[in-house]
């Protein structure tokens, strides 16, 4: 059975950082492209970032870029996303994603096989 579980999220001033992590088991994480993707309270889940299998081609939203950096280990089967300077539209539930593939679509991890259950980032100003 596959588990993916965020971890993380919390309440940060803004102009601040935090850094969320991913815990990935039941698969061969090394298989996978991973992603990071977030949904703000009243919108649809956006891609964020996507990292491929290897750990290259991290690739960023436009709004992160810069800011957010996505990164893997995979003998410890964890995905991160370090978030600096975080301004309130960053303020949403953080979900990773399992891609399908070893590949990732742009900053997109879809399509996507496994989800986790989210974690809450709250940005205060």
């Known amino acids: 059975q596959v588990q993916v579980v965020e971890s993380g999220g919390n309440l940060v001033q803004a102009g601040g950082s935090l850094t969320l992590s991913c815990t990935v088991s039941g698969l061969t994480f090394g298989n996978y492209a991973m992603g990071w993707f977030r949904q703000a309270t009243g919108e649809d889940r956006k891609a964020v970032s996507c990292i491929y299998w290897d750990g290259t081609r991290p690739d960023y939203t436009d709004s992160v870029k810069g800011r957010f950096t996505i990164s893997r280990d995979n003998r410890k089967k964890v995905l991160y996303l370090q978030m600096n300077n975080l301004v309130i539209e960053d303020a949403a539930t953080y979900y990773c994603?399992?891609?399908?593939?070893?590949?990732?679509?742009?900053?997109?991890?879809?399509?996507?096989?496994?989800w986790g259950q989210g974690t809450q980032v709250t940005v205060s100003s």
């Open positions: 994603a399992v891609g399908s593939y070893r590949y990732c679509s742009g900053s997109s991890a879809d399509p996507v096989r496994n």
